[in-house]
């Protein structure tokens, strides 16, 4: 796709616009803003989720009207009236058809809309008990409002001390985007982009690549501070991306398994947006959850009807290991492709036949819940406990994120309410000590079929095929497909047996007595 012009169709600078063909896309069109620095929120001690009192520039812009103003026009197939949930739902997925069908050219005359973020953010999001959320991807089930991009925030943050920087392996993916005298322009593409937040820092580190940011509901960045090189599109992913395909030298996906309901289609989509040599780089979270040495895994906290078969539940486990699970479940029944993900994210790219099998990489980091993490290096001390604060902090609040769609797939608010106590109690007392896990693996595209990849530029060799270890001390790196797999078997032999799901129980009573998903909630 041709790179965005700061003139929409109609000639005005700064009016966003949809991207409509055989699916929805919305593109953020912007004028050229001076680049600015963003200075990242220090977290209060406080366990208590924050919130800001003034706009910043990530957070909630739902309001945010066009830079200037323009007509709005709009593919024939979308009324200018309210389009109801179901309505949006018929023609995003009769739109899908027509594109995997037909293959049009995305770029054709006449694919870019104007969008009025007032009048059809109700295109892209719906309310449920009081909590907004994305309407493309059912799956898809945290929301999509103002609370919830302060968590994202603070939980890119953690990651990114972690990940000492935006992205792990530092030199390889600085080496892939290295600018060539001569040669097109990098390109960055952020799928699932949340906020923004990362697709405007890596805009602003990287001046010469064009960064395109993807998520399936509205982006809630102020567009008075794009840097020029920086656009945004609506879309949902599980689509498909052949309007990508070969464009890109990074490829970005952080925290989206949740939405997809086929991980290993998505993942041959997002290989193929890749320039041969581009890199693709996965970042997920886990729900298994480390105890305190790393390795044991925290037993789920024991719910009525756990049965004896079970040998991973306890009276003193985790409330908040068992709310995510249960959450996981929801998402499972609403069609996300979880199970196969998970092992998709122990396994790596290594088989892939897209990927040059020498450039692949994975590892993972652990993030304390709460400032209990302590390090005989002072400095390592001080960056596990602010990281454990800023994920406390995050975790509070994805405490009370899923309330909406577990009450859909049945469960009682009064159930849920005394969980949410439980997990508050559990963040606040360090009680029991736990990890949360964030996985990643990348590896770059092959130069042709059975091929390596393409060399990276102007490194030698020795450097081009390492990595600087962050200074975070719970992070693990591995370099070959066998001490990948030696780790994996290691952690799977921690797992145990699962008890059955208070959610899936719920639900099927729900089913039982209504006889339709979320008739009664």
Request: glycine share 8%; charged share 20%.
């Amino acid at each position: 796709m041709a790179a965005p012009s700061p003139l929409n169709r109609h000639g005005d600078a700064g009016v966003p616009s949809i991207r409509h063909n055989n699916t929805l896309r919305a593109e953020l069109g912007h004028p050229k803003f001076t680049n600015q620095t963003l200075t990242p929120s220090t977290p209060s001690s406080s366990s208590k989720p924050n919130t800001p009192s003034a706009l910043g520039p990530f957070q909630a812009r739902y309001d945010q009207l066009p830079v200037n103003s323009a007509s709005t026009s709009y593919a024939s197939s979308i009324s200018h009236a309210r389009t109801t949930h179901s309505e949006y739902s018929s023609m995003q997925s009769e739109t899908g058809k027509q594109r995997r069908e037909n293959k049009h050219d995305e770029d054709d005359a006449g694919s870019v809309y104007s969008y009025n973020s007032t009048r059809d953010v109700s295109n892209f999001v719906k309310e449920l008990h009081g909590r907004i959320f994305n309407n493309l991807n059912e799956s898809y089930l945290l929301p999509s409002d103002q609370p919830e991009w302060v968590r994202l925030d603070k939980q890119g943050s953690a990651l990114a001390i972690a990940f000492d920087g935006l992205y792990p392996c530092r030199e390889l993916v600085e080496a892939v985007l290295q600018p060539v005298e001569g040669g097109p322009q990098k390109k960055i593409l952020d799928l699932g982009c949340g906020t923004g937040a990362w697709a405007m820092q890596m805009a602003i580190k990287f001046p010469h690549a064009a960064v395109l940011g993807v998520d399936v509901a509205p982006t809630p960045m102020d567009q008075s501070m794009f840097p020029p090189n920086l656009s945004l599109e609506i879309d949902d992913i599980t689509l498909g991306l052949s309007h990508f395909a070969g464009q890109y030298d990074l490829v970005h996906m952080r925290c989206v398994s949740a939405g997809l309901n086929d991980i290993h289609k998505t993942m041959e989509d997002v290989q193929l947006c890749l320039k041969p040599g581009g890199m693709v780089l996965i970042v997920d979270g886990e729900i298994t959850m480390p105890a305190e040495d790393r390795f044991k895994m925290v037993p789920f906290k024991r719910m009525p009807g756990d049965g004896t078969e079970t040998n991973v539940v306890s009276d003193e486990g985790s409330s908040f290991r068992r709310l995510i699970w249960e959450a996981c479940e929801a998402c499972e029944i609403a069609g996300a492709d979880l199970t196969r993900s998970y092992d998709f994210n122990d396994r790596g790219l290594w088989e892939s036949p897209l990927c040059d099998p020498e450039t692949c990489r994975s590892g993972g980091v652990d993030l304390p819940i709460g400032p209990w993490a302590t390090s005989p290096d002072p400095g390592e001390t001080q960056l596990l406990q602010y990281v454990g604060l800023l994920m406390r902090q995050n975790i509070l609040s994805i405490n009370f994120a899923y309330h909406a769609i577990l009450r859909k797939h049945g469960m009682a608010q009064e159930t849920l309410d005394q969980w949410a106590e439980n997990v508050t109690k559990e963040l606040e007392e360090c009680n029991p000590k736990q990890w949360v896990r964030f996985r990643f693996y990348l590896g770059r595209r092959r130069a042709g079929p059975n091929l390596p990849a393409p060399p990276l530029p102007d490194l030698p060799e020795p450097v081009a095929q390492t990595t600087t270890r962050s200074r975070y001390p719970a992070y693990d790196l591995y370099t070959t497909k066998e001490e990948n797999d030696a780790r994996m078997r290691l952690r799977h032999s921690c797992y145990g047996i699962y008890p059955p799901s208070v959610l899936r129980r719920a639900y099927q009573e729900m089913l039982d007595r209504d006889g339709v998903p979320g008739a009664s909630t």
